[in-house]
Structure formats: structure tokens, C-alpha cells
């Protein structure tokens, strides 16, 4: 079990940037995959990316390749979001979670923040 605490959302023009910050309390954070999604209003929640346990492995939706970049340090149970070059379709909220595994699907990550809102502006 982890809980969860988003933070560094806010309101940006196109081409812009912003860093988001999850910070995780409880046991064994090192042990959890770590995922962003986003969920903008009317859609559905959506991979955004995924780091393994040791920070080695990343994966991307490919809407953000080149553009995000996902971080750890586990010795401050910590993950990070990059946000570079934003998009006006890049707005939504933006959730961390944790899961057992690399995985894309929302069903696979268990524990969840509670969001931060991400505007980009045209």
C-alpha cells in the first residue's frame, strides 16, 4: 500500500513546460511500478507513461514521446513528470499511480493520487 500526493499542475501556454511531483508514503515504494495517466473532460483515463522499479525502464504513449519524461528517486519516494513543448491536447488532469508491473491499463496500477490539473492554453 502507498498513498499518493500529486502536485506541480497549473495553467501554461503551448510550447510551455511543467514539472509534475508525486510524492508516495508507505512501504517499499522502490518495489512499485509507477505510472502517469491523464483523463480529459468527456474521455477516457489514458497511459501517459510507466517507470520500473529501478528508474532503468520508461515507457511512453507514443503522444508524448520526445516531449515527457518520467523520473524516481526512490530515496525520496518521489516520481516526476517532465512535461516539455505542452500541447493544448495535453490538457486534462494528471494522476499518479502504483502497480505490481509495466503496464498501460488503469486496471493494473492500484494506488492512485489524487490528481493535479494541467491547462495548456493555444
Known amino acids: 500500500q502507498v498513498q499518493l500526493v500529486e502536485s506541480g499542475g497549473g495553467l501554461v501556454q503551448a510550447g510551455g513546460s511543467l514539472r509534475l511531483s508525486c510524492a508516495a508514503s508507505?512501504?517499499?515504494?522502490?518495489?512499485?511500478?509507477m505510472g502517469w495517466f491523464r483523463q480529459a473532460p468527456g474521455k477516457e483515463r489514458e497511459f501517459v507513461a510507466a517507470i520500473g522499479w529501478r528508474g532503468s525502464t520508461t515507457y511512453y504513449a507514443d503522444s508524448v514521446k520526445g516531449r515527457f519524461t518520467i523520473s524516481r528517486d526512490n530515496a525520496k519516494n518521489t516520481v516526476f513528470l517532465q512535461m516539455n513543448s505542452l500541447k493544448p491536447e495535453d490538457t486534462a488532469v494528471y494522476y499518479c499511480a502504483a502497480g505490481p508491473t509495466m503496464s498501460t491499463m488503469p486496471s493494473r496500477f492500484g494506488s492512485w493520487g489524487q490528481g493535479t490539473q494541467v491547462t495548456v492554453s493555444s
Open positions: 508507505g512501504r517499499t515504494f522502490s518495489s512499485y511500478v
